[in-house]
């Protein structure tokens, strides 16, 4: 006898992967309707959503919300390198008072490191159900992080 038990995750990871730059590049500037996810590997990038400017670095992840103007206000850093994935926008996200800070400095916390560069092999693997699954013990950890440093 056995069971069938569904995973259905509520989340896509739509894109993924790893990127050198090296040579300075400016961010392309859109509005994208998913979440862009952007952590910093090596350099230093100046990234905008709306009227914000924000400055990263090696660690940095920067969560940039689907259905916003993004941009890049400088080039990054000749020899830069940053991982990132896309995710589904779902009814209820967007920026908002409370919930998860856009740029969150993840020197401190090597697990949110190791789990974003789970999610970009599951997806460069074609494992998007692990992807997804993956995607949300990262929030968790971001979640449990943010509470920690407040």
Known sequence: ???????????????????????????PERIMDEHDFIYMLEGEWKIGQNSEIFDLKKDSLLILCGGQRHFGAAPCLKDTKTMYFHL????????????LDILIDAAKNRNIKREFRDIVQAKLEGNEQKASVLFDLLLCELKEYENRNE
């Open 1 to 27: 006898m056995k069971i069938d038990l569904e995973q259905s995750p509520r989340r896509r990871i739509t894109e993924a992967n790893i990127n050198f730059y090296a040579t300075p590049f400016v961010h």
């Open 88 to 99: 589904s926008k779902e009814e209820g996200d967007g920026l908002k008072e409370s919930g």
